[in-house]
Antibody
Framework: QVQLVQSGAEVKKPGASVKVSCKTS????????INWVRQATGQGLEWVGW????????GSAQKFQGRVTMTRNTSISTAYMELRSLRSDDTAIYYC?????????WGQGTLVTVSS | DIQMTQSPSSLSASVGDRVTITCRAS??????LAWYQKKPGKAPKRLIY???SLQSGVPSRFSGSGSGTEFTLTISSLQPEDFATYYC??????????FGQGTRLEIK
């Protein structure tokens, strides 16, 4: 069965970077895009960006451009999202999602807390 | 970018009630819309894809309809486990995608 398993919770100081991993299984990793979505406490779902695991092409929402990098390691079917210059309002749960048109399978989420 | 307007933002209802949630797109998106259920501490769960197709394993009390700019999610008879927040997602011009603002469904 399709599974996306994310790395554990992180606590970072303002200005630092965080890298979240998303290990996939149960399908051909390079056949479908991976997207990243976040949810801050009490807020809605917010799209962060996307990656094509086959080509490595990526893109992000305008508000994250210049701060987010999405990469992959095809040999271990894992996607990564790195967010730099962290601010307190980046505190959120970050989700990866397999993209087959819409987002059909999701990781369990990774809590990133930014606090001094 | 395509904007999604979801309403209502919150809704109080009782077990057994029929409820409807609406998403309106700022431009036509064909049927490129999905509905998700979100519970605290859980990942979003897809309920409906392609506007009206029921995800395997999702109870038949959930249904979706619409095309173009107006879409609805209907729960025909609310069950206790249905109290959650619901989101629509448009992926017509992917990337990007756009979520609705969410509808919090609470017990009356």
């Amino acid at each position: 069965q399709v599974q996306l398993v994310q790395s554990g919770a992180e606590v970072k100081k303002p200005g630092a970077s965080v890298k979240v991993s998303c290990k996939t299984s149960g399908y051909t990793f390079t056949s479908l895009d991976i997207n990243w979505v976040r949810q801050a406490t009490g807020q809605g779902l917010e799209w962060v960006g996307w990656m094509n695991p086959n080509s490595g092409y990526t893109g992000s929402a305008q508000k994250f451009q210049g701060r987010v990098t999405m990469t992959r390691n095809t040999s271990i079917s894992t996607a990564y999202m790195e967010l730099r210059s962290l601010r307190s309002d980046d505190t959120a749960i970050y989700y990866c999602a397999r993209t087959n048109g819409d987002f059909d399978h999701w990781g369990q989420g990774t809590l990133v807390t930014v606090s001094s | 970018d395509i904007q999604m307007t979801q309403s209502p933002s919150s809704l109080s209802a009782s077990v057994g009630d029929r409820v409807t949630i609406t998403c309106r797109a700022s431009q036509g998106i064909r049927n490129d819309l999905a509905w998700y259920q979100k519970k605290p501490g859980k990942a979003p769960k897809r309920l409906i894809y392609a506007a009206s197709s029921l995800q395997s394993g999702v109870p038949s009390r959930f249904s979706g309809s619409g095309s173009g700019t107006e879409f609805t999610l209907t729960i025909s008879s609310l069950q206790p486990e249905d109290f959650a927040t619901y989101y629509c997602l448009q992926h017509n011009n992917y990337p990007p995608v756009t979520f609705g603002q969410g509808t919090r469904l609470e017990i009356k």
